[in-house]
């Protein structure tokens, strides 16, 4: 597609549940980046991926946050035992970044999570 | 760690006004600096990119400055608009391609 692509846009979970949040990139960017993003808040850091590693994870704030990017292209990011703290906007942004300059970032519209 | 500020308060201005949101880090200075736009219920989108050694950079009405000295950096949009209202972000470039944002400022253009 022309831009980054998040599905689900929403999604509505349990206290305790697991949930997936798939990112499609935009053809060709090597570098992948999730951001959570609170009410008021600008976005936050979460991870980092280089190709199919992860370059930079210290965004994430536990052990029960996972993100993937198997096959160097879409990602998937994992949410266990899923809490009400955890509820936010989760959004995904792909870049041609390389050599460690940060270039510009392309956004997707997010994927809303509401955790009750 | 570092910490950007931005307006926490929504800056209204009239239509055809200059606007000036401001940024300001503390610590060190990144390499780079980037503002973005975001509408409510959207992705943020990028604007301009802002090196170090550059002291202003523009693109049509919009103009960005940064000043290392006084670790700031002030975004411009000139004949403002409407279409112009919305969240402005800034962000930092930590190095590492790790972009940190700002909480954002509001502005809101009335005609």
């Known amino acids: 597609g022309a831009g980054v692509s998040q599905t689900p846009s929403n999604k509505v979970t349990e206290k305790g549940k697991y949930v997936e949040l798939r990112c499609d990139p935009i053809?060709?960017?090597?570098?992948l980046y999730w951001y959570r993003q609170s009410l008021g808040q600008g976005p936050e850091f979460l991870i980092y991926f280089q190709g199919t590693g992860a370059a930079d994870d210290s965004g994430l704030p536990n052990d029960r946050f996972f993100a993937v990017r198997p096959e160097g292209s879409v990602s998937t990011l994992k949410i266990q035992r899923t809490e009400r703290g955890d509820s936010a906007v989760y959004l995904c942004?792909?870049?041609?970044?390389?050599?460690?300059?940060?270039?510009?970032?392309?956004f997707g519209e997010g994927s809303r999570l509401t955790v009750l | 760690s570092q910490k950007i500020e931005q307006n926490s308060e929504a800056l209204n201005i009239q239509e055809g006004k200059t606007a000036t949101l401001t940024c300001n880090y503390t610590?060190?200075?990144?390499?780079?600096l980037q503002w973005y736009r975001q509408d409510p219920g959207r992705g943020p989108v990028f604007l301009l990119l802002i090196r170090e050694n550059e002291k202003e950079k523009r693109k049509e009405r919009l103009k960005v400055t940064f000043d290392t000295t006084l670790k700031q950096s002030l975004f411009h949009i000139t004949a403002s608009q409407p279409a112009d209202s919305a969240t402005y972000l800034c962000a930092l470039d930590m190095g590492g391609n790790k972009l940190v944002f700002g909480a954002g400022t509001i502005l809101r253009v009335k005609s």
């Open positions: 942004a792909s870049s041609l970044t390389a050599g460690g300059v940060t270039g510009e970032l392309f």
């Open positions: 610590n060190y200075s990144p390499a780079y």
């Open positions: 053809s060709g960017h090597t570098a």
